[in-house]
């Protein structure tokens, strides 16, 4: 076993309060943005024209909604797109501002490490040796959200604003494209979810806590020796 | 304790996300001392995240209901923050506006309120210096404006038409609208009533519409006379108007789907 790759024993401050805090807002945010989103498109769920209208669903099973109706829904929809926005911008301010963003972006060098790990979670390759506390899998799952997550707020100004926001909206085909767009982030971003809580759930209990203290007990991974 | 893990306070110096090295051999001889810090560095951390327990606010009815009050709130006041009576809305070419047949007919109730045309003018009332009844001739005389624009519904559906009217913000000049009053408050032939911010009914674009399609109103458009506002969304844009108000605050009713949980401001 390469030195790199040996296990710590010590606890590690994996998860900044920042990390901690914007996590379960945004989790919070997401789910009730999901549901009333659901709700909301129940009142016209196509994305082609009024008439005739070619609806994808005869309705949304009103237990993947919120707010009742489309009003009900509208109200919790843009309660909750602000705590979105700020927990975002919070989390994106603090990671860069700490430098605890470089654990964690996906960036060129961890390309080559995609496939490996990949290969390990669903085709039950040999684990490759992880090194920091994020493997290349995770950093592009993780990074991705994030990307997906502006996706959603700038789709989402554009179908709140479309006349302001024109300029915006251009880039996604206007209110009719945004409306579109805003649809497949939310996809993506609920996607990534089941993976998230599968993990967790193999994870065991002193990475989940890790997500309410910042410390993980006897994390399962070392770190080179030149960072460590 | 479940969150307990070893904590030292040497731990406060270490950077994020690197290994803790165990500086304090001392306290391994004592686990008491240990544990201790432990479910105290536990506490801390965790008390960072109290604030979290506001979002359980949303759990309790009473607040919930206050709490997205304050959220549509909120949301206006960002949105007439954002908003600029100079920003025009997008505009299409004649090839991008639907057919006409394919303009929705949208009402809540009553497509074809009674209304004797005839007879027909607009009240309007408020602080204005010129009150009294408008005809549709009147209204005619002003320049008028046709545009191609895009109509938004709050159900998600939009589609591109054709309008033409007068401006909104010259028929306020013609009746002499304060230049201090807020708003503008417009009630219906059927029971349908809206008000809107005086910075959106001066937009450029803001029409007090009477042809679509280079046609009169039809009766379940609007007519004879509606408001076609490029910059608020469907329900904003009252049909069969018969009165209208200019006014320093709004009215008890405000809008008639706005006061059933719809934004009021309603803006695009």
Redesign the interface.
């Known amino acids: 076993m390469s030195r790199a790759g040996i296990a710590?024993t010590?606890?590690?401050?994996?998860h900044?309060?920042i990390v901690?805090?914007s996590h379960?807002?945004n989790a919070?945010a997401i789910l009730?943005l999901t549901l009333s989103g659901l709700q909301?498109?129940d009142?016209?769920p196509?994305f082609g024209?009024?008439?005739p209208?070619n609806d994808l669903i005869e309705a949304v099973p009103a237990a993947v909604t919120l707010g009742g109706?489309?009003?009900?829904a509208?109200?919790?929809h843009?309660?909750?797109?602000?705590?979105f926005a700020a927990g975002g911008v919070l989390y994106v301010v603090g990671q860069i501002a700490?430098?605890?963003y470089r654990?964690v972006m996906f960036t060129g060098r961890d390309v080559a490490g995609v496939w490996p790990m990949a290969r390990h979670y669903f085709f039950f390759g040999p684990k490759p040796v992880q090194t920091g506390?994020y493997n290349p899998l995770q950093k592009l799952a993780y990074t991705a959200t994030i990307l997906l997550g502006a996706l959603s707020l700038s789709t989402g100004m554009v179908m709140?604003?479309?006349?302001?926001?024109?300029a915006l909206?251009l880039i996604f085909g206007?209110?009719?494209g945004a409306?579109l767009v805003h649809f497949l982030a939310m996809c993506g971003l609920l996607s990534f979810i089941p993976g998230h809580l599968i993990m967790v759930a193999i994870h065991g209990?002193?990475n989940f806590?890790s997500i309410?203290?910042?410390?993980k007990?006897r994390?399962d991974y070392?770190?080179p020796e030149d960072?460590? | 304790m479940f969150f307990a893990r070893p904590a030292s306070e040497s731990r406060r110096s270490v950077t994020i996300g690197a290994v803790v090295r165990d500086r304090c051999a001392h306290e391994r001889d004592d686990a008491d001392h240990q544990v201790k810090n432990d479910r105290r560095t536990t506490r801390r951390e965790l008390l960072k995240l109290s604030p979290l327990v506001l979002l359980g606010g949303f759990a309790v009815p009473s607040i919930r209901a206050r709490l997205l009050e304050a959220g549509m709130a909120w949301s206006d006041v960002a949105a007439s923050a954002v908003f600029r009576r100079s920003h025009l809305a997008p505009t299409f070419s004649a090839s991008d506006v639907v057919p006409f047949d394919q303009f929705p007919y949208n009402g809540y109730d009553n497509l074809e309120p009674a209304i004797d045309f005839e007879r027909w003018s607009l009240t309007v009332g408020g602080a204005v210096s010129h009150p009294g009844r408008y005809t549709l001739d009147q209204i005619r005389t002003l320049p008028k404006v046709t545009q191609n624009t895009r109509h938004v519904c709050v159900e998600g559906w939009d589609v591109i038409g054709r309008f033409g009217g007068a401006r909104l913000g010259d028929f306020l000049d013609l009746v002499g609208a304060d230049p201090q009053a807020r708003f503008i408050a417009v009630s219906c032939a059927d029971d349908y009533y809206e008000s809107l911010d005086v910075a959106t009914a001066r937009q450029p674009q803001s029409l007090l519409c009477y042809e679509m399609y280079d046609q009169p109103l039809d009766r379940g458009h609007g007519a004879p006379l509606r408001l076609q506002l490029p910059t608020k969304l469907g329900y904003k844009q009252a049909k069969y108007l018969m009165t209208l108000e200019v006014t320093h605050v709004l009215p008890a009713k405000r809008s008639y789907w706005g006061d059933q949980g719809y934004s009021w401001y309603g803006g695009l």
């Open positions: 710590s010590q606890p590690v401050y994996e900044p309060w901690r805090f379960w807002t919070l009730v909301i498109f009142a016209f196509s024209p009024k008439i209208e109706w489309l009003g009900g509208l109200q919790w843009f309660t909750f797109m602000w705590i700490s430098g605890h654990t506390q709140f604003k479309p006349a302001q926001f024109s909206g206007g209110y009719h409306r209990w002193d806590a309410f203290t910042g410390w007990r994390p070392g770190l960072q460590a």
